[in-house]
T-cell receptor, first 111, second 115 residues
């Protein structure tokens, strides 16, 4: 089957700290992988995506690399800001156009 | 602002009732997706429509149904409501229906409370 597992939160970091949010997946076939971000009171926004193995998605200083050998898509940022405080969702889309989301990881960045 | 609109923003109803949630996609987008976000189930994909036709189905209950109209807006109908249906329902849209290559734009959601 298809599923996404991401690290439990909440995560609290100081400003300028390094961020890693782990995400692993189980899928049949060759899924696309996504990170979405949800700011308080808002809908989800696509943060980055990767559609095949070894692709690196990047946006706003965030990066994630599609690792087929470890079935992972970990989100990283070198220096977080207070404005990065949000809930982050890892997701996959299989070749049947079905989406599967992780449970979300809440990030709080303190000044 | 993503350009996707959803109405109503909030909905309070009783068990056993039926409600309709409405979504208008971004101008030019042909696909509409529906999601349910709840505390116990997390974020779940329900269904996708592309240009009026059902394209993909996720964890949508039989009590729920959706459709996409010729003007591309979509409605999600929830019937025989149960307490566990209380959740935030998101609609998203994308330009095409190719799924894996598409960027989805999410609306602000409709918060449903079943009492």
């Amino acid at each position: 089957g298809n599923s996404v597992t991401q690290m439990e939160g909440p995560v609290t970091l100081s400003e300028e700290a390094f961020l890693t949010i782990n995400c692993t997946y189980t899928a049949t076939g060759y899924p696309s992988l996504f990170w979405y971000v949800q700011y308080p009171g808002e809908g989800l926004q696509l943060l980055l995506k990767a559609t095949k193995a070894d692709d690196k998605g990047s946006n706003k200083g965030f990066e994630a690399t599609y690792r087929k050998e470890t079935t992972s898509f970990h989100l990283e940022k070198g220096s977080v800001q207070v404005s990065d405080s949000a809930v982050y969702f890892c997701a996959l889309m299989n070749t049947g156009n079905q989406f599967y989301f992780g449970t979300g990881t809440s990030l709080t960045v303190i000044p | 602002d993503s350009g996707v609109t959803q109405t109503p923003k909030h909905l309070i109803t009783a068990t056993g009732q039926r409600v309709t949630l409405r979504c208008s996609p971004r101008s030019g987008d042909l696909s509409v997706y529906w999601y349910q976000q709840s505390l116990d189930q997390g974020l779940q994909f329900l269904i996708q429509y592309y240009n009026g036709e059902e394209r993909a189905k996720g964890n949508i209950l039989e009590r729920f149904s959706a459709q996409q109209f010729p003007d591309l807006h979509s409605e999600l109908n929830l019937s025989s409501l149960e307490l566990g249906d209380s959740a935030l329902y998101f609609c998203a849209s994308s330009v095409g229906g190719r799924g894996v290559q598409e960027t989805q734009y999410f609306g602000p959601g409709t918060r449903l409370l079943v009492l």
